[in-house]
């Protein structure tokens, strides 16, 4: 699975729902999903785009570089079937950088059921791999 695109909308006024099109296996999947704020939008899409039970255990967001602009850093660690992997996302944009850490996951989480509970290195996504 790789993202394609996310678009975001937030704010005040709610909901906040996220748009994404993923590339699954080679072929465009696009979801709309409201969330009780924009990343749970997010990773509701991918819910939505990708069944699956994974639980979330653990969502955290660092700032890598200094200022505004600063690149986020995001992980992500998702368990199920008795697993648990994390993975990293990282982009200017912190919504960004989450969903592709939360798809760095998953997609480790069917690497690991794939090859019987192998390990799997931890990755990361950059903003470069989008697209």
Same mark, same amino acid.
């Given at each position: ?22 590339? $699954? ?7 709309? @999903? ?7 939008? $997010?990773?509701? @899409? ?5 069944? +699956? ?8 967001? +660092?700032?890598?570089?200094?200022? #505004? ?49 192998? #390990? ?12």
């Amino acid at each position: 699975m790789k993202l394609v695109s996310l678009s975001v909308i937030a704010g005040t006024r709610g909901p906040q729902r996220a748009t994404m099109k993923l590339d $699954i296996e080679g072929r465009a999947a696009l979801e709309e @999903c409201d969330g009780n704020g924009p990343v749970d939008a $997010i990773f509701n @899409c991918i819910k939505s785009l990708v069944p +699956h039970e994974a639980k979330l255990e653990l969502y955290q967001v +660092h700032a890598v570089t200094e200022g #505004t602009d600063a690149q986020a850093e995001v992980s992500v660690r998702l368990a199920g079937e008795g697993r648990s992997v994390t993975a990293r996302g990282a982009d200017p944009d912190t919504l960004v950088a989450s969903a592709k850490a939360y798809l760095g996951a998953l997609n480790k989480l069917m690497v690991r059921r794939q090859r019987g509970g192998v #390990t799997v290195s931890e990755g990361r996504l950059h903003s470069t791999e989008v697209g």
